[in-house]
């Protein structure tokens, strides 16, 4: 994300001048062009829309308060207004699915204000940005869908940009700070050959057949396991 080069940005609960992948270099090039004094009269510009106060919102040009439930719907609208004035045409028929005007009306977002920030960010075609933090069951659908916005804005190669030094900084950062994966952390018993054998191939087929142990065993052979308390879930009698 090359913020100093955007002279239009777009955060959706992405608190990137805060707490958002990495916010002190983030701060370092979005400040490049926040500056107001010695003559300078290239300021950027910042729209906001997030669910909770964070730094970037009161840094913010416009702030738009919204729910966490609100944040695909934003994209949505977003992605459908900039759809039609996209020069890139195979992305912008993938974004005119969405209707601004409907997707507006049934998630409860200030049709006028999605208008005028779509507006601002076509208005800087290859000089803006639009990025989200992205929470809950969606966080993969938006940042796909942020991604194909910043497509049909021209900002591919230019304020978006694949930055091999950062990336490896970040692996570097990913691979310090994670922890060890315990385990068996859960164990599951079941007198049934048939339902052991089922729920072991799901376990390993959703990659976590090193968290999850399922065993063939009678209930009343059953013995907690060692270590700290734990929790017990089993079927009614």
Not at 63 to 75: C, F
Not at 202 to 217: C, L, N, S, W, Y
């Amino acid at each position: 994300f090359v913020f100093e080069k955007a002279d239009v940005v777009v955060s959706i609960d992405a608190d990137f001048l805060g707490s958002w992948i990495r916010p002190a270099e983030f701060t370092k090039g979005f400040s490049e062009r926040r500056t107001i004094h010695f003559g300078k009269t290239d300021q950027n510009k910042v729209v906001v829309f997030e669910s909770v106060p964070t730094v970037t919102g009161v840094a913010a040009d416009r702030r738009t308060p919204i729910r966490t439930s609100q944040e695909p719907a934003v994209l949505a609208a977003l992605a459908g207004e900039i759809s039609k004035g996209s020069r890139e045409a195979s992305v912008a028929s993938l974004l005119s699915r969405y209707s601004s005007e409907k997707v507006c009306a049934e998630a409860g977002l200030d049709l006028a204000e999605i208008k005028k920030t779509a507006a601002e960010l076509l208005s800087a075609r290859g000089r803006s940005l639009v990025v989200v933090g992205g929470r809950g069951p969606q966080a993969l659908e938006a940042q796909i869908l942020s991604l194909a916005i910043n497509a049909a804005l021209g900002n591919i190669g230019s304020t978006l940009d694949f930055d091999r030094p950062m990336w490896s900084a970040m692996l570097y950062d990913a691979r310090r700070s994670a922890k060890p994966r315990p385990a068996h952390v859960i164990q599951g018993r079941d007198s049934h050959p048939g339902a052991v054998r089922l729920a072991t191939d799901h376990v390993r087929a959703a990659g976590f057949g090193q968290e999850i142990a399922i065993t063939q065993e009678a209930w009343e052979k059953q013995l907690p396991p060692a270590g700290p308390p734990g929790l017990i879930n089993c079927n009614p009698p």
